[in-house]
C-alpha cells in the first residue's frame, strides 16, 4: 500500500536542492507546512473509516499526488534557473 508513495519519494527527493537554486526557501517551508498538514488529514480521515488498509492507501496515494506536483514545481523552479543562466 505504500509503494507508491516511496517510489515518488525517492524519485523527487534528488529535486529538492532546486528550492535553494531558486531562492524559493519560504514558499518551500509553506509547502512543508501544506504537506505535514495533508499527512495528518489522511491518518485522520483514515482513523475515522477506521479500516488500516484503507487508511494506507489514503495516505499513500494523497502524499504520491502531493510528492509528484512537488516534483513537477522542483522541475520548474530549474529550468527558471537555467533560462536565467544560459
Not at 514558499?27 to 498538514?37: A, M, P, S
Not at 495528518?40 to 482513523?47: A, D, E, K, R
Not at 512537488?70 to 520548474?76: K, V
Request: hydrophobic share 55%; net charge neutral; aromatic share 16%.
Amino acid at each position: 500500500a505504500l509503494i507508491p508513495w516511496i517510489t515518488t519519494a525517492f524519485i523527487v527527493s534528488p529535486l529538492s536542492f532546486s528550492i535553494v537554486l531558486g531562492n524559493q526557501q519560504k514558499k518551500g517551508l509553506y509547502v512543508e507546512i501544506i504537506y505535514g498538514f495533508l499527512k495528518f488529514i489522511s491518518l485522520v480521515v483514515g482513523i475515522y473509516i477506521g479500516d488500516i488498509i484503507i487508511t494506507l492507501w489514503i495516505f499513500s496515494i494523497s502524499n504520491s499526488i502531493f510528492i509528484f506536483l512537488q516534483g513537477c514545481w522542483y522541475l520548474s523552479l530549474l529550468k527558471m534557473n537555467d533560462i536565467n543562466e544560459g
